[in-house]
């Protein structure tokens, strides 16, 4: 995690730390240690592809042995606790955006969401339809994207291949962004979904976890999630107004 | 008499109710049309006596021509193999009809899904809830009123796309049409 800003003091109070993070773990020694691990992440992927309209012809050659990602170290995966890349190929009906969230809230970080497809980009050529969203990158923070309809298997291998470039850089971090503009992104989804919105996921605590929280993580959107976590309480962010301010933005 | 003069039990089902409009599409297809208050009876009648078990769909068609509704009744014998399709016209307002739930258990769903998608009330259906759309408050979006465009750009924001082959392209006179 090269680059990365450990926060000197963590919260004590807090359930989620896990152990105090010291100021000599930010050392040069440290810095070297996150790039190695940079380094070996990004030949290790475990992919869990949601398959929500298209992608079906176009992923088995990928993965199987006409180009064979495995020698890449990239792998399917059954399940999102175990996996780091989602590829959301196709397009989005808001039903099935729902449980792509859900999906992707309980990926652990670091994590990436590839958007496969046109659709995914600007709604494709289902733009018109009132059934699906049109920029997945409003609800969730999404990584790369591969234009086309649909992408050739090259496209794919291509899109790995910068994928793993950027984890090893350290430049991978559009899923960090999900933790510092959380509110923004609640505002997207509650837009669709109504302000009874919830995921399984406690994203305050994990952004907290994280280090991430920022002062664009709490907001009015997320206040209506004060009745499952009275963040804004403890944190002294100011509630919004109860109305129901979900189709904000 | 030959063979293909004898009446099947189809016709003989048919013969019995006045006020049909019958017209044969191929050997296996006979598309009727109904006035309204004689479909259920129909449909018992087929049911009881033609070995009509199997209702495979009711789809609705909206006519904003008419006002009208049209709801399609496509019935399956595993007996006769003639696939019966009975047509009733309602007005669109109320827009109200009776349920065949009675007859086929699975039109419950048909009609709930009708009554999502082009907001039809279906006296004595036992579930109207909504039933696949997700979150929806807008109008029933079948309708043919129902324009989907106002609705996306509405609900939706598009990303901005302005690569730099459309300005040469646009400079050379060409371009993306905007209807």
């Known amino acids: ?249 | 008499m030959t063979a293909e003069q004898v009446p099947t039990p189809v016709d003989e089902v048919l013969s019995q109710l006045p006020g049909l409009e019958i017209s044969r599409v191929s050997g296996s297809r006979v598309k009727l049309r109904v006035p309204g208050q004689r479909l259920p009876g129909l449909l018992a009648l087929l049911k009881g006596q033609a070995g009509y078990l199997h209702l495979s769909a009711i789809s609705c068609v909206d006519w904003p021509q008419t006002d009208e509704f049209e709801l399609v009744y496509h019935v399956w014998s595993y007996e006769t193999k003639v696939m019966v399709s009975a047509h009733v016209r309602i007005p669109r307002e109320p827009g109200r009809y009776v349920s065949v739930y009675d007859l086929f258990i699975p039109a419950g769903y048909f009609e709930r899904d009708i009554h999502e998608m082009f907001g039809v009330e279906f006296e004595g259906a036992p579930d109207l809830r909504p039933f696949v759309l997700t979150e929806w408050h807008g109008p029933p979006p079948m309708l043919k009123s129902f324009s989907s465009i106002d609705y996306v750009e509405e609900q939706y924001d598009w990303r901005d796309y302005r690569p730099d082959w459309l300005a040469d392209v646009e400079q050379r006179g060409g371009g993306i049409e905007e209807t």
């Open chain 1, 1 to 249: 995690m090269a680059g990365k800003t450990i926060p000197i003091e963590s919260d004590p109070n807090t359930e989620v730390a896990c152990r105090d993070v010291g100021g000599e773990e930010r050392s040069l020694l440290r810095r070297v240690v996150d790039q190695f691990a940079d380094h070996c992440r990004a030949r290790s992927l475990f992919v869990l592809h949601y398959c929500t309209g298209c992608g079906a012809i176009e992923l088995p050659p990928s993965i199987t042995a006409r180009f064979d990602l495995e020698r890449m170290g990239i792998q399917p995966m059954a399940t999102p606790r175990q996996a780091d890349i989602l590829l959301i190929t196709g397009y989005l009906a808001v039903k099935t955006l729902k449980r792509v969230i859900l999906t992707y809230e309980q990926m652990p970080g670091p994590k990436y969401v590839v958007g496969f497809g046109s659709c995914t980009i600007n709604g494709g050529m289902y733009w018109h339809s009132y059934a699906t969203i049109k920029q997945l990158g409003n609800y969730i923070p999404v990584e790369l994207y591969i234009a086309g309809c649909m992408p050739r298997p090259e496209a794919i291998q291509q899109m790995f291949l910068e994928l793993m470039a950027r984890i090893d850089r350290g430049e991978a971090r559009a899923w960090e962004d999900y933790y510092r503009r959380y509110d923004a992104y609640l505002a997207q989804q509650q837009s669709l979904f109504g302000t009874r919105w919830e995921g399984p996921t406690d994203v305050v605590a994990e952004a907290r976890r994280y280090g991430l929280l920022e002062h664009q993580t709490l907001g009015p959107h997320t206040a209506h999630l004060e009745r499952y976590a009275p963040y804004h309480r403890e944190l002294g962010v100011p509630l919004a107004d109860k109305r129901g301010s979900g189709s904000l933005v």
